[in-house]
């Protein structure tokens, strides 16, 4: 259980730049794997990690997460541990299109995303951010209470990083994103007496090339 006194701190790391990402493609659950330059933003995550005091590293166990957590590990010393309850949401019918097809094919499903309903899941096995936001923060605050006093490192997806920054800030669901998730951005939470903070969010002074955040506000 996590002590009365111990500081965790936790970085998590979206994955790097995928062509979907290029493309502003919707991935969702499909197994998509890093490009060029998201190979890169990987190593570059892993060489900022060095100095860090990671004592575990775990990554989502879709390939573009899973990619970038073996990179860093490499770097850090790490085998990462897998972390399928970090996967990115799963957009049913919406995966495989451009946000510009979805607005235009889907409209009546785009509005609902746009708006973000928080009950709204998509036909075709999509998922609801309420269920989204519930098996996220479980796992979350279970791996803080795990690795109380400790540094850790998660590799997770965009979607995954929404529902954390509103976590720790206590912002609904339903309000419009004001905050950046660039792929390869370092995200540091600190949790002291059961009480969790954001220390720093898309950090990407690590990247040469800078990140993209190709989602929609």
């Avoid at 540091?188 to 009480?195: D, F, H, P, S, T």
Wanted: aromatic share 6%; proline share 5%; net charge negative.
């Amino acid at each position: 259980m996590q002590g009365a006194t111990s500081l965790t701190r936790i970085c998590l790391i979206r994955h790097g730049e995928t062509p979907w990402n290029a493309e502003r493609r919707i991935q969702g659950q499909i197994d998509i794997g890093l490009n060029e330059l998201g190979l890169r933003q990987a190593d570059a995550a892993g060489r900022s990690l060095r100095e860090a005091g990671i004592t575990a590293l775990y990554g989502s166990d879709l390939k573009r997460a899973w990619t970038t957590a073996e990179r860093i590990g490499r770097l850090i010393g790490l085998d990462p541990q897998p972390l399928p309850e970090l996967r990115e949401r799963r957009y049913g019918l919406f995966e495989g299109l451009t946000y510009q097809d979805a607005r235009r094919d889907q409209p009546e499903m785009y509005a609902a995303f746009e708006r973000r309903d928080p009950d709204y899941a998509f036909p075709g096995g999509g998922e609801s951010l309420i269920q989204l936001a519930a098996r996220i923060t479980r796992r979350l605050e279970a791996l803080a209470q795990d690795h109380a006093g400790q540094n850790i490192a998660i590799v997770t997806h965009g979607g995954v990083l929404d529902i954390i920054n509103r976590f720790v800030r206590g912002n609904p669901l339903h309000l419009p994103r004001d905050f950046l998730i660039p792929n390869a951005g370092m995200n540091w939470l600190r949790v002291e007496q059961g009480n969790w903070h954001i220390d720093s969010w898309g950090d990407t002074r690590h990247l040469e090339d800078g990140a993209l955040d190709e989602l929609p506000g």
